[in-house]
C-alpha cells in the first residue's frame, strides 16, 4: 500500500482537460511545497513532469500544471493528446528526509 | 548533458546482496546535485530507495534501511547500492537518477535506462 493517494484510473477525450489528485497528510504532502509528478509510457524511464508543485522542468508542454490544497496536491493536464496516455505517478517529500510515492494513476484518452 | 547507466548482475539468489553500480557521464557527481536509486516491481510502482547529496549524508526508505547500502566513487564517478538479504520481492527493475540541473531532493529529472534484478534460486 503506498503511501500517497491516487485515483487507480481517469480518463478523458482529446482536448478535454483532467485532473489526478494525489492525497498524503500533514506529514508530506501538506507540509512541504515538494511534491513531483512523474509521467511513464509502458517500458519506459518515468519522466519528470512537475516538481516543487507546480514547476515544469525545461521541455514539458505548458497543458501539464501542478497546484496543491491542504494535503491533496493535483495535477492537470489540459488539451488532451493521445500521446498523454501513460501511468503517472505523484511523490513528496516527508518530515523524515524521505520520499514516497504514489500507486499510480492510468490516464486513459478515450 | 548527464546520462547515467545502471550495471549490475541480472539474477540474484534469495538471501544474497545485490550490488548495482550508476555510472555517471557529463557531469562530476561530487560538483553537487541529488543522486539516487528507485526501483519499480514487475507491473507495480515507483519506490524510492535512497539519495545522496554531491557531499554530504545519505537518506534512505525506512522499509529498506535496515539491509541498503548506497556508496560513492568519486574516482570512478560512480555510486552503487547494495541490498542484503534478497527475497523475491526485490525482484525489479532498479534505476538510478540525479535531481541534476536543479537541487531538488525530491525531484529526479536524469534517469538511467534501469536494470532488471531478478531473485530466484
Known amino acids: 500500500q503506498s503511501a500517497l493517494t491516487q485515483p487507480a484510473s481517469v480518463s478523458g477525450s482529446p482536448g478535454q482537460s483532467i485532473t489526478i489528485s494525489c492525497t498524503g497528510t500533514s506529514s508530506d504532502v501538506g507540509g512541504y511545497n515538494y511534491v513531483s509528478w512523474y509521467q511513464q509510457h509502458p517500458g519506459k524511464v518515468p519522466k519528470l513532469m512537475i516538481y516543487d508543485v507546480s514547476n515544469r522542468p525545461s521541455g514539458v508542454s505548458d497543458r501539464f500544471s501542478g497546484s496543491k490544497s491542504g494535503n491533496t496536491a493535483s495535477l492537470t493536464i489540459s488539451g488532451l493528446q493521445a500521446e498523454d496516455e501513460a501511468e503517472y505517478y505523484c511523490?513528496?517529500?516527508?518530515?523524515?528526509?524521505?520520499?514516497?510515492f504514489g500507486g499510480g494513476t492510468k490516464v486513459t484518452v478515450l | 548533458q548527464v546520462q547515467l547507466q545502471e550495471s549490475g548482475p541480472g539474477l540474484v539468489k534469495p538471501s544474497e546482496t545485490l550490488s548495482l553500480t550508476c555510472t555517471v557521464s557529463?557531469?562530476?557527481?561530487?560538483?553537487?546535485?541529488?543522486w539516487g536509486w528507485l526501483r519499480q516491481p514487475p507491473e507495480r510502482g515507483l519506490e524510492w530507495i535512497g539519495s545522496?547529496?554531491?557531499?554530504?549524508?545519505?537518506y534512505y526508505n525506512p522499509s529498506l534501511k535496515s539491509r541498503v547500502t548506497v556508496s560513492v566513487d568519486t574516482a570512478n564517478n560512480q555510486f552503487s547500492l547494495k541490498l542484503r538479504s534478497v527475497t523475491a520481492a526485490d525482484t525489479a527493475v532498479y534505476y538510478c537518477?540525479?535531481?541534476?540541473?536543479?537541487?531538488?531532493?525530491?525531484?529526479?529529472?536524469?534517469w538511467g535506462p534501469g536494470t532488471m534484478l531478478t531473485v530466484s534460486s
Open positions: 545522496f547529496f554531491h557531499s554530504g549524508t545519505t
Open positions: 511523490s513528496s517529500y516527508t518530515n523524515s528526509i524521505t520520499l514516497e
Open positions: 537518477a540525479t535531481s541534476w540541473p536543479g537541487n531538488y531532493f525530491d525531484a529526479f529529472n536524469v
Open positions: 557529463g557531469y562530476s557527481i561530487s560538483s553537487g546535485f541529488y
